[in-house]
């Protein structure tokens, strides 16, 4: 017998409806738990066998302070403008991973003789420049020899002294250092130059030629274009994917800078919708935008310090009780929460875990005692920075409170460095310092760097320092865990400079984006290291595995 669907359910409904209204409400109601049942063990069932994936799509804008100066990894300085682009647009042969170590970028394995001074760089296949030419070993042997190169004024020439590279083939080359040196392998996360690019670029037009704003590079993101105002400053500057990166395509299609002339723009621009991202956030704006909807607040501890150098070279700071009585006159504690909104770290030194502080040692009534009535009088200069300035300001304060008069002298960072840092024509100087993850103290405390030319800002000489700074680069880790004490007590009992804080690194992204990891960096612009995985889009995939 056939059955005729239509007049099945016809015969039902009419019996639906011959029912009285109780029934009819009960019937309604199982129906309704059948199909809600129904529906939910579909929807289970989807999600149970199907994952989340990003999707590639979208651009971000993000706001800097400052625009770049040069996009070049081995004559930049401290413009982090500069450092950010250099991350997206270049890779070195070792990358951070984002967890405090190091891991394989450009190179796809690293040899490391038994006495650890030879380093043999194996380079991974098929890596390519924007351009399209392959990258080979002889980029990473021209690239090291134009740091050495004194005619370059590389400022990271120094960590390079001593080190012979040696191409041994088109994918590989030799690193041989003059001592075992277990530090060097953050040396390695240098960023490598197109030596076909740069090789005809002779040491006099290096630093202004056009490749330092339009680079190529083998990075994740490739330059588009710039935007410059009437004036020729840089107002904007965008990055599409590269299509063929060695890693994996990103996700995002393009990332657009826009760069503002101080920290107040950059914040209103924000408010106002030009961007929807910012580097850095200031601590006291930190309360406002953990409750502003819309973006995600990220909080970085770097291996970084900011402190008072003192000259030693000046009369004033040759005088120990001097040096000690004005850091007893300042209250960090105070400094810690009223000027820095608890975003900050107390410190009596360089180091993070060595160094933290509870700043219990403030005694103004004892450093007037130190003083002992003598007038005292000098210049604190610092880099024209609002957080730095109210800092600045806090300490002039502190010191007139002993009877010390303090002028400010406030410079925009590239003219401080360039009249006043690199000649050391100051009496004390209001800075902040970058460790690497090997917390290698060479380029900042050893003697050998108290020159114009070294970043000893301080010009402090001390032996016993010196012989622990050199014997961490051949130490093992518990030896190096005590040497790092013993060098915490020789800046404590000798008080070259005041310590005062390391400073959480806060940023905002918009919480629409997803895929950023990283937990920590060596520089702000290690924040993008894993830029190839932000997404702004995702959706639901089958998977069966």
């Known amino acids: 017998m056939k059955f005729n669907f239509s007049d099945g359910f ?25 199909l809600g049942g129904l529906i939910s063990l579909i929807v289970n069932f989807y999600y149970h066998h199907s994952i989340v994936l990003p999707k590639k799509g979208g651009e971000i804008k993000i706001g800097l302070v400052g ?8 004559i930049t300085r401290a413009n982090d403008s500069d450092r ?14 984002g967890k405090g170590g190091l891991k394989n970028d450009l190179a796809d394995k690293i040899e490391i003789s038994a006495d650890g001074s030879s380093y ?8 390519f420049w924007h351009d399209g030419v392959p990258l080979t070993a002889d980029d990473v042997v021209f690239t090291i020899e134009t740091i050495q190169d004194k005619n370059f004024q590389s400022p990271i020439r120094d960590i390079w002294q001593g080190v012979v590279v040696e191409e041994l083939s088109s994918n590989a080359v030799r690193l041989t250092l003059k001592n075992n040196n277990q530090v060097f392998l953050q040396n390695l996360t240098l960023k490598i130059l197109p030596k076909h690019i740069w090789e005809n670029i002779d040491f006099k037009s290096f630093s202004r030629t056009d490749y330092n704003l339009k680079p190529i590079g083998t990075g994740p993101f490739v330059f588009e274009n710039l935007e410059k105002s009437s004036n020729g400053q840089i107002i904007s500057y965008t990055l599409v994917r590269n299509e063929k990166y060695f890693v994996r395509s990103p996700y995002l299609d393009k990332i657009k800078f826009i760069f503002y002339d101080n920290y107040t723009d950059l914040k209103n621009g924000l408010l106002k919708g030009e961007v929807k991202a910012m580097f850095p956030l200031y601590s006291e704006d930190y309360s406002f935008f953990q409750k502003k909807s819309g973006f995600n607040l990220k909080q970085l501890l770097l291996n970084r310090y900011f402190a008072v150098f003192w000259n030693l070279n000046t009369d004033i700071f040759k005088d120990k009780t001097v040096r000690e009585a004005l850091e007893l006159a300042v209250d960090k504690k105070k400094l810690q929460t009223e000027i820095l909104n608890n975003q900050a770290i107390i410190l009596d030194g360089p180091f993070n875990n060595f160094s933290q502080s509870e700043g219990n040692n403030y005694s103004p009534e004892r450093a007037k005692e130190l003083i002992n009535g003598r007038e005292i009088n000098f210049t604190l200069s610092l880099p024209e920075d609002y957080e730095l300035i109210r800092v600045g300001q806090y ?15 406030i410079l925009p960072l590239s003219e401080l460095e360039k009249e006043v840092i690199l000649p050391r024509n100051y009496q004390s100087l209001l ?3 970058i460790l690497n993850q090997s917390l290698d103290l060479f380029s900042f405390w050893h003697s050998s760097q108290a020159g114009v030319n070294g970043l000893n800002l301080s010009s402090f ?20 865990q005590e040497n790092f004490q013993k060098m915490q007590k020789i800046f404590e009992d000798e008080k070259p400079a005041l310590f005062l ?10 919480q629409q984006l997803k895929g950023q990891a990283v937990q920590t960096a060596n520089i702000p612009a290690e924040i993008f290291s894993d830029v190839e995985n932000w997404y702004l889009f995702a959706e639901r995939n089958w998977s069966f595995n």
């Open 120 to 127: 043999l760089i194996f380079l991974k296949e098929n890596i």
């Open 10 to 34: 016809n015969k039902i409904i009419r019996r639906f409806f011959s029912l009285d209204k109780k029934k009819k409400i009960l019937v309604i109601l199982c129906l309704i738990l059948f």
């Open 431 to 433: 800075f902040g310092e």
């Open 67 to 74: 625009e770049p100066q040069s996009i070049n990894p081995i």
């Open 461 to 480: 000489s001390n032996k016993e320092l010196d012989k622990l700074i050199e014997e961490n680069w051949n130490a093992e880790e518990e030896e190096r």
């Open 84 to 97: 950010i682009l250099i991350e997206l647009l270049y890779n070195g042969l070792l990358k951070v991973d």
């Open 501 to 510: 804080y390391n400073p959480y690194y806060l940023y905002l992204l918009p």
């Open 395 to 409: 300490l002039v304060s502190s010191w007139e409170q002993i009877g010390v008069k303090v002028d400010l002298q």
